[in-house]
């Protein structure tokens, strides 16, 4: 069975571009989430999904970043313009919301790079 | 608020060495307890998971106990193995915004053959 699939794998833009990153979930699963990774930070929680609603996105940093799910087999988190501070590996997951099991099924990752 | 202390690393071991990473929590209510890892390159997968005190968690060799009165949630492997190489991230999750997992910052675990 398919994962959870993002794209780009790596992305390398220069500062004030806008930059789209996608995620596909796993079929049938209705919960989504996107995730940054740093060294500094961790991993934080940027926005969470329920049946393509967005429940919490209170952990988006700020204006320039937005996430959209059309549809519960597609996702994207943009960020417009991009900041080198916004340099990040951000990942997609999806689970099932009930029964909650606290399991995420992760993507592999975007990782970006902005000069 | 909820969060979680890890061990820092980075942990480096010879193949077959045993291993503990710690880990407490700070939560509000009763929290269900996670263990997740990244290979390199990949993204998170669910290690093991325990939802109440007293509970094991445990998955391929890998075990961590909940332990309400000392809040913490340690994970141990008897003989660590070159593919155990990875980071390890301690998540928590609580009751009602059960969909929000709080994560440690990771151990990064090194096993020399």
């Known amino acids: 069975d398919a994962g959870v699939i993002q794209s780009p794998r790596h992305e390398v833009t220069e500062m004030g571009q806008e930059v789209t990153l996608r995620c596909k979930p796993i079929?049938?699963?209705?919960?989504l989430f996107w995730y940054r990774q740093t060294m500094m930070r961790g991993l934080e929680l940027l926005i969470y999904f329920n049946n393509n609603v967005p429940i919490d996105d209170s952990g988006m940093p700020e204006d320039r970043f937005s996430a959209k799910m059309p549809n519960a087999s597609f996702s994207t988190l943009k960020i417009q313009p991009s900041e080198p501070r916004d340099s990040a590996v951000y990942f997609c997951?999806?689970?099932?919301?009930?029964?909650?099991?606290?399991?995420?099924?992760f993507g592999e990752g975007s990782r970006l790079t902005v000069l | 608020g909820n969060s979680v202390t890890q061990m820092e690393g980075p942990v480096t071991l010879s193949e077959e060495a045993f291993l503990t990473i710690n880990c407490t929590y700070t939560?509000?209510?009763?929290?269900?307890l996670f263990w997740y890892v990244q290979y390199p390159g990949e993204g998170l997968q669910l290690l093991l998971k325990?939802?109440?005190?007293?509970d094991k968690g445990s998955n391929k060799g890998f075990e961590a106990t909940y332990r309400k009165e000392t809040t913490s949630f340690h994970l141990e492997k008897g003989s660590v193995q070159v593919s155990d190489s990875a980071v390890y991230f301690c998540a928590l999750s609580v009751g009602g915004s059960n969909y929000k997992l709080t994560f440690g910052k990771g151990t990064l675990l090194t096993v020399n053959p």
């Open positions: 939560a509000t209510g009763y929290p269900s």
């Open positions: 325990a939802t109440k005190a007293d």
């Open positions: 079929s049938g699963h209705n919960s």
């Open positions: 997951a999806s689970s099932l919301s009930a029964p909650n099991t606290g399991e995420l099924f």
